[in-house]
């Protein structure tokens, strides 16, 4: 008698159903695999994007198209001071601790640049008697910022600065500052050559006074404690 085969011949037809059923399981491996990656890509890309959007905010909704217009917001590579604009402000008060140079002082000094820090309307900065002295005035044991409509231009002893703000902007900005410091509005001092400005923290608590009066640059006397909002006569 012939030995019974063990293993039986398959059946023809059962050939190319093997074939399809391996060229399906590759196929989905490949699968997977292209969409692993691209996940792995897109998780990537967004936690790049968080990164940055830790450093660039929306603007507040008040802000006008020319505030807007300002985007940059980082840090001084010269002397790595603290440097905001209006496309930052709203980040004030979220991460100040890290952000913003310390001081002991119970009180924040706050400066416009041309015309008050500078002699010159714009431009390159040509310190002012202000400017020169602004250390020697109560202001030294104060929290110093500059508030500014133009550009950003380093001062030095001024570590923090907001470039592309404006009358009522700077008001608003100085709330902000004052409370990133624990600062009360009365103990904030902001010195301007405009009135139209100096006039927007009307109502506000914080001390504001008009300086420069009949010239482009303000005195090292102009800077003083005095309360409430002043202008030139």
């Not at 190319?16 to 491996?29: E, I, N």
């Not at 500078?118 to 110093?144: A, D, E, K, W």
Request: aromatic share 6%.
């Amino acid at each position: 008698l012939a030995p019974k085969k063990l293993f039986p011949k398959p059946h023809r037809s059962s050939i190319p159903t093997l074939a399809c059923v391996a060229m399906s399981s590759f196929a989905v491996a490949l699968l997977l695999s292209a969409t692993t990656s691209m996940a792995q890509q897109l998780h990537g890309s967004k936690t790049r994007g968080n990164a940055s959007l830790q450093l660039l905010r929306a603007p507040p909704e008040e802000e006008t198209p020319a505030q807007q217009s300002q985007l940059a917001f980082g840090t001084n590579p010269s002397n790595e001071s603290d440097v905001w604009n209006s496309k930052a402000l709203e980040s004030l008060g979220d991460n100040t601790s890290s952000l913003l140079s310390s001081s002991s002082g119970g009180c924040l000094c706050v400066f416009d640049l041309d015309c008050t820090l500078s002699t010159r309307p714009i431009g390159h900065v040509r310190l002012s008697s202000m400017g020169r002295n602004f250390r020697q005035s109560f202001c030294s044991s104060c929290h110093l910022a500059i508030i500014t409509a133009a550009s950003y231009r380093p001062i030095p002893g001024i570590g923090q600065q907001v470039a592309g703000c404006n009358g009522g902007c700077k008001a608003r900005t100085a709330s902000r500052i004052a409370a990133s410091h624990g600062v009360e509005p009365s103990d904030v001092y902001f010195f301007d050559d405009k009135a139209w400005v100096v006039a927007a923290f009307s109502g506000t608590g914080m001390n504001a006074h008009q300086v420069s009066c009949g010239r482009c640059g303000g005195s090292a006397g102009e800077i003083r404690s005095a309360r409430g909002v002043t202008f030139c006569r």
